[in-house]
């Protein structure tokens, strides 16, 4: 909830930070200087400011409330308490009252720490020491080494001077004291607002863990062997998926005949999301390379196909006479008229057809692999491995996003006449 | 022999409802080599069906054409078509476009070279060689598309309302264009146009057709696209002979479109 007011008090605060600046600088550019912007959707554009301060808070919020040593402190978010607290206690047996301080020594988890010695101090309570791990919690027999115990009737009746019975709670300062029913002091240091590394672990962890898993490598195989089956089993899967997509598409394109054939099969395949496919492709083929290949083949062929086909439906019948009576065979018509013609739509199925098959692959993967990216992220989620996690996240969205942008430069380069028919 | 001869022909074709539409009824034609007749007439009456079936698009249910002495069975390069518009291969350059009819035949490059540069020279576009098609106006690939039509050497040209699209000025610089070309080349041209003025300024000879069923309703033989081979357009249009033409076939359509609603509202 805090992280979420943070987010939006700065998008707020930016918002009117950045228009004070902008109104300094004035344009006077044709958009500018329309005075209808709200509704007109070309006066609508990015705003690069917007952008970039959008990026820069999530690494923001990200460090802040993870402690991130790439921030200086002052703005990290209240971390949990670390180092040693201590508090009294006041027990009562019979008439009798002592009091004994309990030592805790609140530590990093991945630390192992003993407990603090500490004298045992007079009277018939004893003090106390324990190590607790920080945002962890832990139970004390306070009254185990008091000559008086529970067993003897004596009970805590008072921490650091306040009254507290079973099932209350008492704010020490650096941590709050619970008593559970049977009166052992329950002892929960502060965990201020930071994560814990488990759930999210900082920035710099995670680009750490990079290096680490880039060079150690993670399971048997380096980061790049798991980006680099991922991707080699989207790249073999579309091809082989556009090498029969494609032409099975020119063909319903150009042929009532396989139109008729194929137009059911095509068109109850196409909504099959090829997720649903996993099962019956790991019955069919298992779990290896063959099995995946066959399911990214199966997801890119009925996007090809369906392109191919619009491609061709989509020849405006003028282009094709006007190529006959030019004296144009059928081949040439293929060649030079369709087939170019057919192109652009081809190339906008191939990069949806792209997106897809990657989404796929690393579902097919967090099923079942021995390498890959939807592996990674799953074997160390099973062992709370979360800065892979969220390292794998991160680079399959780099790398889907990647391939996005590869497909829509090698479109400009090779079809440039797209949408100027 | 030379020449194209059309005769009885007619088409008539089922709609998916039961019904059936008679597109063209008996219509005979005879045009010399080198003759430019326009064809006019209220939308429906045929004459776009006329072209795409003399083109070889659309095939008669009756009658037959006879070119030069053989008979028309289809597409072919004798008949070059200048469409529109959005025909022209936007994957292609100019120069592309205009020598797509010599490469499909495999004439040799230079050849090729040679006609495409004459007939870039020929409609003025010298200078937009490697530009893509789209990057033109309207009017400009309008000459590309001629240009394109007239580099395989048609013996009969056909023009489907080919300067409908574009504005007024671009279109009577256009129709000097093709008058020029028609003459320079003595190529047979048949133009389809729903303009007045344009079949006029645009017809040695002039057909006005009617619809339901699609028929020649009345033939003209003109003066003016003569005329208008070496004089400014705009003096021809103030021959006296013109407005009174164009007046009377104004009148005509007129008449067939009131027709045609009354048919229609008598029938509802």
Known sequence: MIPFLI?????????????????????ND???????????????????????????????????FTGSSLLPRFLHAPGPYEGTGTFEYTAQAGNERDSATVTVLVHPIDVPTD???????????????????????????????DEIGRGDGAEIIEINGEKIQPGGSVDVGWATVTLTDKGTPNIQPDKGWQMEPIWLPSPEA???????????????????????????????GFFFGALVGIPLGYAMGLSNWFRGWFDPIVEFMRPVPPLA???????????????????????????MAIAARSGVSGVKISKVHAAYSLGASKSQIMRHVI???????????????????????????????????GMMIMVASKFQNTDIVIMGIILIGIIGFGIDMLMRYAEKLLVPWKGKG | MSGLSIQNL???????????????????????????????????????????????????????????????????????????????????????????????????????????????????????????????????????ALARCLANDPD?????????????????????????????????????????????????????????????????????????????????KKHPEFAERREEILGMIWDMEEEIMGRTEAAT
């Not at chain 1, 987010?7 to 344009?27: E, L, M, Q, S």
């Not at chain 2, 776009?48 to 008979?71: Q, R, S, Y």
């Not at chain 2, 072919?76 to 959005?86: C, H, K, L, N, P």
């Not at chain 2, 020029?180 to 080349?185: F, V």
């Open chain 2, 156 to 236: 009969v040209i056909l023009m489907d309302e080919p300067l409908g699209a574009l504005d007024a000025l671009t279109r009577e610089k256009m129709q000097s264009l093709v008058l020029k070309l028609w003459k320079e080349t003595g190529k047979t041209i048949i133009l389809i146009t729903h303009s007045v003025e344009e079949a006029l300024l645009l017809g040695e000879r002039l057909l006005v057709m009617a619809p339901r069923p699609g028929r020649i309703h009345k033939e003209y033989r003109l003066p003016f696209a003569e005329m208008g081979v070496d004089a400014d357009l705009r003096e021809v």
């Open chain 1, 115 to 145: 407990a603090p010695d500490v004298a045992s101090g007079d009277g018939w309570a004893k003090d106390d020491a324990v190590a607790i791990g920080m945002w962890r919690s832990g139970l004390l027999r306070v009254d185990r080494n």
């Open chain 1, 206 to 236: 995670v680009v750490k863990r990079v290096g680490e898993i880039a060079s150690a490598g993670f399971r048997g195989s380096t980061l790049w062997e798991h980006l680099g089956y991922s991707l080699f089993r989207v790249v073999v």
């Open chain 1, 30 to 64: 044709y958009g500018s200087l329309k005075t209808v912007t709200f509704g007109d959707e070309s006066a609508v554009t990015p705003s690069r400011a917007a952008s970039v301060i959008s990026i820069l808070t999530i690494f923001l919020l990200w460090g802040m």
């Open chain 2, 10 to 144: 007619s088409m008539r074709f089922d709609l998916p409802d039961g019904g059936a539409v008679q597109a063209l009824q008996d219509v005979s034609l005879d045009l010399k080599a080198g003759e430019l007749l326009s064809v006019l007439g209220p939308s429906g009456c045929g004459k776009t069906t006329l072209l795409n079936i003399v083109a070889g698009f659309l095939a008669p249910t009756d009658g037959k054409m006879i070119l030069n002495g053989h008979e028309i069975n289809g597409p072919d390069a004798e008949r070059g078509m200048v469409f529109q518009q959005g025909a022209l291969f936007e994957w292609m350059s100019v120069r592309e476009n205009v020598g797509f009819g010599p490469s499909m035949k495999g004439m040799p490059k230079r050849d090729k070279a040679e006609i495409v540069d004459h007939l870039l020279d020929v409609v003025g576009l010298q200078d937009f060689k490697e530009k893509a098609v789209y990057e033109l106006s309207g009017g400009m690939q309008q000459r590309v």
């Open chain 1, 7 to 27: 987010y939006v008090a700065i998008f707020v605060v930016a918002f009117f930070a950045v228009r004070a600046i902008a109104a300094g600088a004035a344009r």
């Open chain 1, 339 to 373: 087939v170019p013609n057919s192109l652009p739509e081809i190339f906008t199925g191939a990069r949806v057809a792209m997106g897809v098959c990657w989404g796929t692959v690393v579902a097919a993967e967090l099923v079942a692999a021995e390498q890959g990216a």
């Open chain 1, 277 to 303: 496919l996993i099962p019956l492709v790991i019955i069919w083929a298992g779990i290896g390379e063959t099995g995946k290949i066959i399911l990214l083949f199966l997801a890119a062929l009925w996007i």
